[in-house]
């Protein structure tokens, strides 16, 4: 029903910063609360960061004061821009809703490494 395709990850050295988009179509009337989520290898699926279609966030507090989350509903499109990266920020990061997420797309990498 919503199809979300995630951009913007790549390989940055520790400090450096990423700006990640993600993509809402489909049933894109049913969402209310967007969240972006990270799975590191061998560490199970966390959010990170929320956002509610009225622009209310919450952060993980292992990114808070780094990463920021922000949407345009307009486009249908979610943000988030990370700064001051460190390499346990490693991971593949995925946009979607909260909670009770639908399918989950491709994601996209960050790598933080020297």
């Known amino acids: 029903q919503v199809q979300l395709v995630e951009s913007g990850g790549g390989l940055v050295q520790p400090g450096g910063s990423l700006r990640l988009s993600c993509a809402a179509s489909?049933?894109?009337?049913?969402?209310?609360?967007m969240g972006w989520y990270r799975q590191a290898p061998g560490s199970q699926r966390e959010l990170v960061a929320s956002i509610t279609r009225g622009g209310s966030t919450n952060y993980a507090d292992s990114v808070k004061g780094r990463f920021t989350i922000s949407r345009d509903n307009a486009k249908n499109t979610v943000y988030l821009q990370l700064n001051s990266l460190k390499p346990e920020d490693t991971a593949v990061y995925y946009c979607?809703?909260?909670?009770?997420?639908?399918?989950w797309g491709q994601g996209t990498q960050v790598t933080v490494s020297s």
């Open positions: 489909g049933s894109t009337f049913i969402i209310n609360v």
């Open positions: 979607n809703m909260v909670p009770g997420p639908a399918s």
